[in-house]
């Protein structure tokens, strides 16, 4: 019997040690700051991330509710003023600190400005964010594999979009780059409109202290793969993956890279995780979301309908009061995940708050504060994030504190 007991636990122990562990996932959707506000690095710890230095945060970033957002009602903007390059003086950076891991996913959207400048006559920059480990071998410096590496996106002549990489065996004293293609066609950042970039990277392993040509890095753009490289060297110690590095500016060395006029880059829905399947940019169809227009309800208490001074026209939900509900039935939910939940609403009062519940207030997923947005005419959009499961629900919208009206309100899948 002993025998049998003994051997149970090594089976289990077995099967534990071939369990996938994967890091929780990391989020940052830029809702939570108020507008017209410098996103510094104080703010960014209160939603969770950390970094150990920063430039630019303070001065060159800006939480934009007023004009461009991918989802929710707020976006991150950066600034490169006309004529400067390097992380000093154009963009911001910030090596954010993750959890050391073997293999991280990342996944951003960013939107150039309709007039972006690629430069002078010298054509180049960093794009957002990238993957890094240990001591971030970059600047020219020769990768050892003991001093780390980073991998990040940067745009060159016209815009043409491309890998920049750190690793053991780099051609020449820089990183090395690789064009971003579809079909063997290159590939060129759109400007005015989201894009959505996808990493991967994958730290090689180690033997016996030698590195193993066995690292990869691989780029999705919209969804699609546009570059995958692998049989690289990063490591001969046991560095990981341990940074989302935030590391955007104009430059090369030269003035000749400076923008020849101000120019904005806004970053929005940003995710890093250790588990593929919790980027759902990367699965079939995107991300799951769904848009209800608030006077296409099942069944409701105490509201109108009323035409709406709101873009796109249609009708809007007015005359909420507290204790007022709209719900809607039959909304299929085809996976379970955290989700970001996105109200239009407008006030002149202040105080107001949704709350967010299922199946006749069974379930109760959240609530989100409504501000004064200045008149019955003027439209803004709130959201918070909340965990739903799979499943066929009714969804209700309850004023817990009333005084507004809703146009339309939609869910998006994060993760």
Same mark, same amino acid.
């Given at each position: ?89 154009s ?10 891991g ?39 410096q ?90 690289l060297?990063?490591v ?9 590095y ?16 101000d ?27 769904? /848009?209800? @227009?608030?006077?296409? %309800?099942? *069944?409701?208490? =105490? ?7 709101? !873009? ?21 939910i ?24 299922l ?20 439209y ?11 499943? /066929?629900? @009714?969804?209700?919208? %309850?004023? *817990?504190?009333? =005084? ?7 869910? !998006?899948?994060?993760?």
């Amino acid at each position: 019997m002993k025998k049998k007991v003994l051997l149970l636990v090594l089976v289990f122990f077995m099967m534990m040690g071939s369990v996938v562990a994967y890091a929780a996932p990391k989020v940052n959707t830029f809702e939570r700051p108020v507008r017209g506000s410098a996103y510094t690095m104080a703010q960014w710890g209160t939603d969770g991330w950390s970094a150990p230095w920063d430039l630019g945060m303070s001065n060159r970033t800006w939480i934009d509710g007023y004009n461009f957002n991918h989802s929710g009602g707020q976006s991150l903007r950066v600034f490169y003023p006309q004529g400067q390059i390097g992380p000093e003086y154009s963009g911001a950076s910030a090596p954010l600190t993750l959890t050391p891991g073997q293999q991280y996913y990342l996944s951003y959207w960013v939107r150039f400005s309709s007039d972006f400048s690629w430069g002078t006559t010298q054509y180049g920059g960093k794009v957002g964010l990238g993957l890094a480990g240990g001591a971030d071998c970059s600047g020219g410096q020769e990768c050892t594999g003991y001093n780390g590496f980073n991998s990040r996106m940067i745009w060159r002549s016209g815009g043409k979009a491309a890998l920049y990489y750190y690793h053991m065996d780099k051609a020449g004293q820089y990183g090395d780059y690789a064009n971003l293609t579809n079909n063997g066609a290159e590939i060129y950042y759109q400007k005015g409109t989201w894009i959505n970039i996808v990493q991967r990277l994958k730290v090689n392993t180690v033997t016996n202290g030698n590195a193993n040509p066995d690292g990869e890095i691989q780029v999705w753009y919209n969804g699609v793969s546009a570059a995958n490289i692998t049989g690289l060297r990063f490591v001969r110690n046991t560095d990981k993956v341990d940074k989302a590095y935030f590391d955007s500016f104009f430059g090369g060395a030269t003035p000749e890279f400076a923008p020849q006029n101000d120019s904005y880059i806004w970053y929005d829905d940003l995710k890093v995780s250790t588990n593929p399947a919790e980027i759902c940019e990367l699965a079939i169809g995107g991300c799951y979301n769904r /848009t209800f @227009q608030a006077e296409s %309800y099942n *069944a409701m208490s =105490g509201v109108i309908t009323e035409t709406t001074p709101d !873009t796109g026209g249609g009708q809007n939900v007015g005359s909420i009061d507290s204790q007022d509900w709209i719900a809607f039935t039959n909304v299929n939910i085809p996976t379970s995940g955290t989700y970001l939940v996105e109200y239009r609403v407008a006030s002149p009062n202040n105080d107001g708050k949704i709350s967010l519940d299922l199946n006749a207030g069974a379930t109760v997923l959240g609530q989100v504060n409504v501000p004064n947005t200045g008149s019955w005419s003027s439209y803004r959009t709130v959201s918070h994030q909340v965990q739903i499961p799979a499943g /066929t629900h @009714q969804f209700g919208l %309850y004023a *817990a504190t009333g =005084g507004f009206d809703i146009n339309w309100w939609k869910i !998006t899948k994060l993760y």
